[in-house]
């Protein structure tokens, strides 16, 4: 063994010894003191480790994050869409549901559902468009409702979709009768949608709140079908007959699904009424 | 050939207008999409079918609207009209013929509504009539026209494009 190996081999278990005196104990508070240093020094790059790989691993964790918000926002997406489709569900089930039991109540009379799918171009007229046409037996002069009252009635038909003259039309008549009195009158729309009593007799005392319902006369609309109710009367004593605004009962800016009553068949009159020149 | 757009354009404008411009109301008003998209066609300068779509829209509003087919056809034709005049006087300055053409329109539509259907028995008072139905409809279309003249150009630039019309 020549001389450097001989000092390596004396260096190690030199400091070999050191160690194994210091680990069990032996040296005292000189060995506390060099662990308390090895660990403080161990503590210290143990940190700086964890720093550095909390940046080496932090973008790929952003990456990783937007990807996730991402997918998490379309679910979201996703599940308002469907919220507001069960919306629309349940609204229109409640409709129909309501429908139901205006049908249910009203036996004699046979129904067809239809959804209200685009109103009349212009503001001067007062007409909706319906899905259903002759194809489903729909015929010009039936009458329309919903579970609240009259809306109505069928002004032309084609095949898949037919027009509806509402009430509240300008060129609208319904002869009506309030339920209180038992008196008739006759119903007519405006430009602005609102509706109003005219011919009402002098005789009688109209009041607010008063019920309207269809009188059926003329043969134009079955007869008891709601329509609204009083809300002003107005009575001039020079006059001829009073008037009195009404309260529809029936929403007509909301409409979306309506009854076509089937089994009703107007009745044409013209031919009844009195000819204008007497006949020789 | 591509003047056949007419008919997709003016049946996607008729049902707008029957299902959703016609909900949007101003009072009792309501914007006229045929008749502005109309007015913004005739006042395009290499237009020359302005009276064919002018009959397409009277064609397709004539199933939907119960308004009397002779003021329908007078009252567009007289839009077009209108804009055909201006189209040649006001043509440094497309906006303002725009609405010009809108503001007359309107008023001549309504007016001739009015009297036709007076004429036909419906009871109007003229000044519901003018307060709170042309008034706002005129409103909604003069509104309406800044987004659809822009629109119509780009239109008329596809159906004309200049190689052709030179």
């Given at each position: 063994m020549n001389s450097r190996s001989l000092q390596t081999t004396i260096i190690f278990l030199v400091v070999g010894g050191i160690l194994v005196l210091a680990f069990s104990g032996v040296l005292g508070s000189a060995s506390r003191g060099f662990t308390a240093t090895l660990i403080n020094i161990q503590t210290w790059i143990a940190g700086r480790f964890a720093g550095f790989q909390d940046f080496v691993t932090a973008p790929r964790d952003i990456v990783t994050l937007r990807q996730r918000n991402a997918e998490l926002e379309a679910q979201v997406s996703q599940l308002q869409a469907q919220l507001i489709e069960l919306q629309q569900r349940v609204n229109e089930t409640e409709i129909l549901a309501a429908l139901v039991d205006f049908s249910r109540s009203n036996p004699e009379s046979t129904y067809k559902a239809a959804s209200v799918i685009g109103r009349d171009p212009s503001p001067f007229l007062h007409y909706i468009i319906i899905n259903r046409g002759s194809n489903d037996d729909i015929r010009r002069g039936m009458p329309v409702v919903t579970n609240q009252g009259l809306v109505g009635r069928i002004d032309?038909?084609?095949?898949?979709?037919?027009?509806?003259?509402?009430?509240?039309?300008?060129?609208?008549?319904?002869?009506?009768?309030?339920?209180?009195?038992?008196?008739?009158?006759?119903?007519?729309?405006?430009?602005?949608?609102?509706?109003?009593?005219?011919?009402?007799?002098?005789?009688?005392?109209?009041?607010?709140?008063?019920?309207?319902?269809?009188?059926?006369?003329?043969?134009?609309?079955?007869?008891?079908?709601?329509?609204?109710?009083?809300?002003?009367?107005?009575a001039l004593e020079f006059e001829l007959f009073q008037q009195a605004t009404v309260q529809p009962a029936v929403d007509f800016s909301r409409l979306e699904i309506v009854l076509v009553i089937t089994n009703f068949r107007p009745v044409d009159i013209a031919p009844l009424e009195p000819a204008t020149t007497p006949i020789p | 050939m591509r003047n056949l757009i007419a008919f997709p354009l003016l049946g996607l404008a008729v049902i707008l207008q029957s299902s959703?411009?016609?909900?949007?109301?101003?009072?009792?008003?309501?914007?006229?999409?045929?008749?502005?998209?109309?007015?913004?066609?005739?006042?395009?300068?290499?237009?020359?079918?302005?009276?064919?779509?002018?009959?397409?829209?009277?064609?397709?509003?004539?199933?939907?609207?119960?308004?009397?087919?002779?003021?329908?056809?007078?009252?567009?034709?007289?839009?077009?009209?209108?804009?055909?005049?201006?189209?040649?006087?006001?043509?440094?300055?497309?906006?303002?013929?725009?609405?010009?053409?809108?503001?007359?329109?309107?008023?001549?539509?309504?007016?001739?509504?009015?009297?036709?259907?007076?004429?036909?028995?419906?009871?109007?008072?003229?000044?519901?009539?003018?307060?709170?139905?042309?008034?706002?409809?005129?409103?909604?279309?003069?509104?309406?026209?800044?987004?659809?003249?822009?629109?119509?150009?780009?239109?008329?630039?596809?159906?004309?494009?200049?190689?052709?019309?030179?």
């Open positions: 032309a038909v084609i095949a898949d979709a037919a027009r509806v003259q509402l009430v509240t039309d300008p060129a609208s008549s319904v002869n009506v009768y309030l339920q209180n009195t038992d008196t008739s009158a006759v119903l007519y729309g405006s430009v602005t949608g609102d509706i109003s009593l005219d011919l009402i007799s002098q005789n009688v005392t109209v009041e607010a709140g008063d019920l309207i319902l269809t009188s059926g006369l003329g043969g134009g609309y079955p007869a008891d079908l709601i329509i609204g109710q009083v809300v002003t009367v107005r | 959703i411009v016609s909900q949007v109301r101003l009072l009792n008003g309501y914007a006229d999409l045929p008749l502005v998209l109309l007015a913004a066609w005739a006042l395009q300068e290499r237009v020359d079918s302005a009276w064919h779509w002018g009959a397409v829209a009277c064609i397709f509003l004539g199933f939907i609207s119960n308004l009397p087919l002779p003021v329908m056809i007078l009252g567009y034709f007289g839009v077009l009209f209108v804009a055909r005049i201006l189209q040649r006087r006001v043509w440094q300055a497309p906006l303002l013929a725009m609405f010009s053409v809108v503001f007359l329109g309107t008023l001549f539509f309504h007016l001739l509504s009015f009297i036709i259907l007076r004429f036909l028995g419906t009871i109007f008072s003229f000044g519901d009539v003018a307060g709170l139905v042309t008034l706002p409809s005129l409103l909604l279309n003069m509104l309406l026209s800044i987004p659809i003249y822009p629109f119509m150009r780009d239109v008329s630039h596809w159906v004309y494009p200049v190689e052709e019309f030179a």
